[in-house]
């Protein structure tokens, strides 16, 4: 057996999360987070897919590209643990573990072409933009759902964690963006920010924060447990591509 193996990415991720910052902990929490994968070549083909279209949902195995020059640590303090208690980072899903390799699952909503170019579309993402990923599989209901698994230290998922509200402006300018883009900016800043994506150490403060989405850069304000959506700057001009 090698000592090393190489692997190479089948495909890049163009997701609604330019930046690490509030992109959700786990696939499926944010209903309309999406992506769409363009494959690469040799595996741009459609042949590669035949039959995938029959699942709802597959699995990604991707390279964290955005911490590989960040290095791993042996221990990490996850944030379903408030950031106090330290777990070793094979007890965790840090992205700052040896080989940098994430796994996902993710709603398949389509399988096309344009051109020359296979893409699948993605939904309920946790992904960066330009992830590499390299290799999909299909999620298998009746191996890969496992109603007897324990939590750990996890906390089951409870719904929305905050209060997000809009101001007017806000909501102008997301039914413009979609008008113009397609693209549902209300619905993915509402379930994101429902998350409540600040570090733990920044939970009681209140504040001004900024995240993107797509091109926007969305700021909101936190006010007694409230988070209030303020502005949104960007134009969708690279919707298109
Ligand atoms: N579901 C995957 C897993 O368990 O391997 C990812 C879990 S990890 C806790 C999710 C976080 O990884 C996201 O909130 C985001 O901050 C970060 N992330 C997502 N894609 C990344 C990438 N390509 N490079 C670095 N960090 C990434």
Redesign the pocket.
Known sequence: MPSDFVVRPIGI?H?C?PE????????GLVKSATARLEMLEPFNHLEMFKGLERFSHIWLQ???????DEGWKRTIRP?SLGGREKVGVFA????HRPN??????VRLVRIAREGRQVFLDLAEI???D???VLDIKPYIPYSDRLDDAGDGYTKPFEGPAVEVVFSKGVMDFCDCYERKTGRKLRELIFETLSLDPRPASHRPRMGEYGMLFWDVNVRWRVEQGVFQVIGCEGTGEEAGE
């Open positions: 991720i997701s999360y690490k910052f509030g992109i959700p902990r786990q696939p991707f390279l964290f590209h955005g911490t590989v944030p965790s899903r840090s992205p940098h390799l994430g796994l996902s699952a946790d992904l960066l330009r992830t590499p």
